[in-house]
Structure formats: C-alpha cells, structure tokens
C-alpha cells in the first residue's frame, strides 16, 4: 500500500496505540482486529453433540439430504438448531400448489377407492370431482384460511380453473399410456444400516404400474407447481435424490405387492402444475395436443422395450421399431428422421437406472455419516454455468452464517455442469468392473 501522507499513518498509529493502552478500550480493539483478520475455518460440532441433536438415528427426507448437499451450514440451522423464518397469515403461490396438490391426492384415493381408472371418468365427471375435492382440500387448509376475502373467493375459483385442467391432463396421459395408478400418497420409511443407521422418510405422489407377463413395471409422478426439471448433474452432486429414492421406493412396494414378479424401473416423472396460455393462432382441433405438450412430463425414461410405447400409444407401431421424427406429448423422449431417440431425450436403460439407485443410496448414506459426525461447515455450492445459481440464492440463513466471499476462507464449492454421458460414466460401473 502506497501512503502519500505519511503523518497520517504516524497520527493513525499513534491513535492505535492510544487505544490498546486504554483499559476501557482494548477489548473493543481486541474484537476490531479479530474481525479484520478472521478466516473462515471448517466448522464442526462434536459427534457426541450430534447425537445429542439429531438422536441415535438420523431420521431424514431425501429434501433434508439435498439441503446438505447445498450447504451443510443451512442443513445444520434448519434440521439441527430448527430455526424458522416466521410464518404469516396470507395466502403464498406454494398454498395453491399444496392445495392442488391436496385435493389431486383425494381425487386418486377416491378413484382408486371405487376401482375406476382416470380414463373411465368422462370429461363431466372429471370436473364435478376435481371442484368438489378443491373446496374438500381448502376447507381444511390451514383452518379455512381461504375464507376471508372476495380475493379468496377469486382464488378459489382460479383454483378450481387450475385443477380441472391437470386432472384432464393427467387422463389424457394415462389415456396413452399402458400404466394404471396403483397407489397415492405411499409413506416410506427405510432403514439404512451400514456403518451409520438412519431413517429415510418419505411421500411419493403416485406410482403407475403395468403388468406384462412375470414383470412388473413401474413409474412414479411427483406433482410439483412451477417447472421442474431432471438434472442428472444435479443428481450426481446430490441435489436432486428425490425422485430417484422415491422409485426405490415404489419398487420395494410393488415388489411386496407382486410378490415374485420382477421389478422394472419405468420412469421418474416431475408433472408440473399449471393452466398453460396457449398464444397465436391454434386450430381447435390441434388445441388438445397442444395444451398436453405445455403439459408434458419432465424426469427420466427407461428406453428399454417395452417401455416408450407403454407411456405414450404414439410410439406404438406394427413393426415394433420405433416411429421417425416424433415427439411424446407425455414424457420427454422423441426421434429422429431414422427413429434413434433423439440425444435430448431424458433416457436411460434398465441397468443404468439400477445404477443410480445405487449411487445415490450411498450418496446419502456419506452424508448421514458426515452428519453424525458433526459436520456443519459453511460450504455453499456455486454452479459453473451460466445460470451462476448458488445455494444462497434463497437461503434464510444469510444473517447468520457470516458467509461473505470478502472473508479469507469464504469459497463457493465450484460445480461443473456434467452432461449426461459423464454422469452415466461415471457412477455406472463397466461390466468388468462389477
Ligand atoms: S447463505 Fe449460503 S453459506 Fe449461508 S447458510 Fe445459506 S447456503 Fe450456507
């Protein structure tokens, strides 16, 4: 540092020394220089104060592991110190989405209840049950929050707009497809008992199965609002495990339910909750098809026969190869002009699903581990794209965690976005390797 004035520095130091032979003031000096020269360390609690948090057995969902995948600092605040932000009375976008999300759990409980399919209700019946099972899930919604207001009233009109649209949506897709909801709402609990025992906790949103010959088939949906998506890189760095553990799950439930029958992993579905817009000019005709595309289901397909022309009839030909250049309006596979799946398809073959199963069990099983152990360091992630997320984009931890890229010792854990290939490669083991 250059100091063109150099009384100054004399008059500065002179001040400094001043005050550290002040009695009064040392300490506050003490405190000033600690905090100009602090580096961030790797902060830990004891495994014994673990213990003493979270309990002999780590009980967890898979949402709480992706937290410490983020930031094991925010993991530690909001599951081991439990501290909240503070909720207020009013109306969130996530209550419609728990709302909707609520009265599509009636509807398939009802549906499943009465043995009927979604394709066996028409368009009418649809209506009257998806309105009736909105004004069940807002009636006990937070004790009738959405009562109070004319802007209440409107919402529950929007609500009920909303819901009528993805239960038509949802019996179109299944009108498709091969698969028969089986389940709503399943709760699991699994205990992993390695070196560390824990308990992962859980609720998928719905399973499918189709049954073909001595196999069992099986996919599972989780509804979410907002758009959604799969990231396999996301996956391998343990921030997106859900639905992966959620497949597990209905898996190890359709095996209980089939007994001998084998188990194959169909597809892990995100359908996004939405009343898409549709702009320009549409022929009526087209105007299904085209609202079902806005619609269509994001996650991950097993392209294994004969799964493809299970989930959606237009894949579906004579001479059992796949069409050319055709788009699924379910799930997010299409081909070519010489029917290849196209690389932007979202598939993976039967073993390498198995594979990743595998992979983020174990993911999770470190991680329950470093939890025991202690582990609270502040370690957000920064991805290396361009989106430049971060985990403290909406973390309500800001205040307390002191993390400040200005502080030595403060760095983002940098993630390299990987396509698809490199995490296939490398979390799936070669033949020979196995
Ligand atoms: S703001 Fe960032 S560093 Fe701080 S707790 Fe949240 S995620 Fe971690």
Known sequence: MYIKDASLLIAAMNRFLAYIQDEDK??????????????????????????????????GSTSQFEKYAACAFSYYMQYGLKLEERQERKVEFFDIGNIVHTALEIYTKRLLKSGKKWQD?????????????IEEAVEGYKNGLLHDTKR????????????????WAITEQMKLGKFDTVTSELSFDVVENDDNVMHLIGKVDRIDIMKENDKSYVKIIDYKTGKKQLSLSDMYYGLQMQLVIYLEAAKNHAEKEAGRKMIIPAGVFYYNIDDPLLEGKIDPDKLPDNILKQLRMEGLVNEDDPVLPSIDSNFLTESGELPVKTKSIVAPFETDKDGNLKKNSA????????DIIRYTRKNISRMSGEIMNGTTEVNPYKKADSTRKTACDYCAYKDV????????????????KLSD?????????????E
């Open 121 to 133: 209700l028409d368009e009418e019946q649809q209506k009257q049950n998806a309105e009736q099972c």
């Open 152 to 167: 209440d009233e409107y919402m529950i009109i929007r609500l009920k707009k909303l819901m009528n649209r993805t239960v």
């Open 421 to 433: 290939d490199d995490v296939l490669n490398l979390i799936c083991p070669k033949e020979d390797e």
């Open 26 to 59: 040392r300490a506050m000096m003490k405190k000033l220089i600690d905090a100009a020269f602090y580096i961030e360390g790797k902060s830990k609690i004891s495994s014994e104060a673990a213990k003493g948090i979270y309990g002999e057995i780590l009980k």
């Open 347 to 354: 598939t993976v073959q039967t073993k390498q699903f198995e």
């Open 401 to 416: 965690c002191r993390f400040d890229v200005r502080i030595p010792g403060n760095v983002y854990r940098s993630l390299k």
